[in-house]
């Protein structure tokens, strides 16, 4: 399976951050795999933002649950993220991924830049 992430590289600060995944080499909707967002702000750790399940259904970072919304294209097979009101502390690479179960990330997309600033 291939994952690539796409979309805007600088988002200013309020706005809502969107990015999508679009998947090669295997359906989105296959069970039963996980399909995650995951970011890694500079000089920090990785930190997971949340998942889209074959199924459908999603499940977020308690920390960001209330900014993220995760959702899915399954005739394009793709899946997205979009996080709100976001800050510079958002800026980060972003990655998607698939696990074989929820938590796991065995592949990974290359990873996009978003920087958050005026």
């Known amino acids: 399976v291939q994952l690539q992430e796409s979309g805007p590289g600088l988002v200013k600060p309020s706005q809502t951050l969107s990015l999508t995944c679009t998947v090669s080499g295997g359906s989105i909707t296959t069970s039963y795999y996980y399909w995650s967002w995951i970011r890694q702000p500079p000089g920090k750790g990785l930190e997971w933002i949340g998942y889209i399940a074959y199924s459908g259904s999603t499940y977020s970072s308690p920390s960001l649950k209330s900014r993220t919304s995760i959702s899915r294209d399954t005739s394009n097979n793709q899946f997205s993220l979009q996080l709100s009101s976001v800050t510079p502390e958002d800026t980060a690479v972003y990655y998607c991924?698939?696990?074989?179960?929820?938590?796991?990330?065995?592949?990974w997309g290359q990873g996009t830049q978003v920087t958050v600033s005026s």
């Open positions: 991924t698939r696990g074989a179960q929820a938590g796991t990330f065995g592949s």
